[in-house]
């Protein structure tokens, strides 16, 4: 299983951090590894999402269970199906000492190849770190041009 957990910090509110990872069907307008969100399902406090993102040029598929607490700033979100056996995760939002945003993303996921884990796990952590990071880097821009 590959572990990835990845910061940035953000010259903007936290709100408004959060608030832009929560509209998901938004993300491909400013992050370029993500080429289509779309909200399947809705109710209070939750999303079900169909995405496809590209690692290294592969196009990767799945959904997704979102959940979304709103006091805590904090989304987290678990596959429900697709090209990976595992993808889960979460985001949370919190004030930095310099008094912008805070943003940790992490991340656990899995091949569901055990026999070939060993060789790939190196190669599948360093893609989802990158993607991670441009995610973090898309947020931080766009809430960025909204202060």
Do not use: H
């Not at 406090?45 to 979304?68: C, H, M, N």
């Amino acid at each position: 299983m590959a572990e990835i957990k990845t910061e940035i910090n953000v010259d903007a509110d936290p709100e408004v951090c959060y608030n832009l990872a929560k509209d998901m069907e938004q993300f491909p307008t400013f992050m370029d590894n993500v080429k289509d969100v779309t909200v399947q399902e809705s109710g209070e406090g939750w999303t079900i999402t169909s995405w496809e993102a590209t690692l290294q040029g592969r196009k990767v598929t799945w959904e997704e269970r979102d959940e979304f607490d709103d006091e805590s700033r904090l989304i987290t979100f678990e596959q429900t199906e697709g090209d990976l056996s595992v993808f889960d995760g979460r985001w949370s939002f919190t004030r930095s000492s310099e008094g912008g945003c805070n943003i940790k993303l992490a991340v656990e996921a899995t091949l569901g190849m055990p026999m070939l884990s060993a060789a790939l796990d190196p190669i599948v952590k360093r893609l989802l770190r990158e993607n991670c990071e441009q995610m973090l880097q898309g947020i931080k821009s766009e809430a960025e041009k909204e202060e």
